[in-house]
């Protein structure tokens, strides 16, 4: 079955950087666009970055052009966030997230917290 594993996340004062990771199985990573999503209690969860197949193209959210870098390792079946000059609005569950045919998969989420 379909899995994606997210790891990375933690705690960074502003201004600090994060790598977060998605390993993901049960499907074949290549084929499929990735993307990475955020979520703070009480609000929709928000498109952060997305990558094609074979990571030619990539998008980003306004508020994090320039500071995050979506990239992927179609060998390792792994999508990585990396994560610059974080600030404290960036504080939130961070998932991982594919749409295969009509349905969509999530992994379980990893919580990242920039504070001081």
């Known amino acids: 079955q379909v899995q994606l594993v997210e790891s990375g996340g933690g705690l960074v004062q502003p201004g600090g950087s994060l790598r977060l990771s998605c390993a993901a199985s049960g499907f074949t990573f290549w084929q499929y666009a990735m993307s990475w999503y955020r979520q703070v209690p009480g609000k929709e969860r928000e498109l952060v970055a997305g990558?094609?197949?074979?990571?030619?193209?990539?998008n980003y959210a306004d508020s994090v052009k320039g500071r995050f870098t979506i990239s992927r390792d179609n060998a390792k079946n792994t999508v990585y966030l990396q994560m610059n000059s974080l600030k404290p609005e960036d504080t939130a569950e961070y998932y991982c997230?594919?749409?295969?045919?009509?349905?969509?998969?999530w992994g379980q989420g990893t919580q990242v917290t920039v504070s001081s």
């Open positions: 997230y594919v749409r295969i045919r009509e349905v969509v998969y």
């Open positions: 990558i094609t197949i074979v990571g030619g193209s990539t």
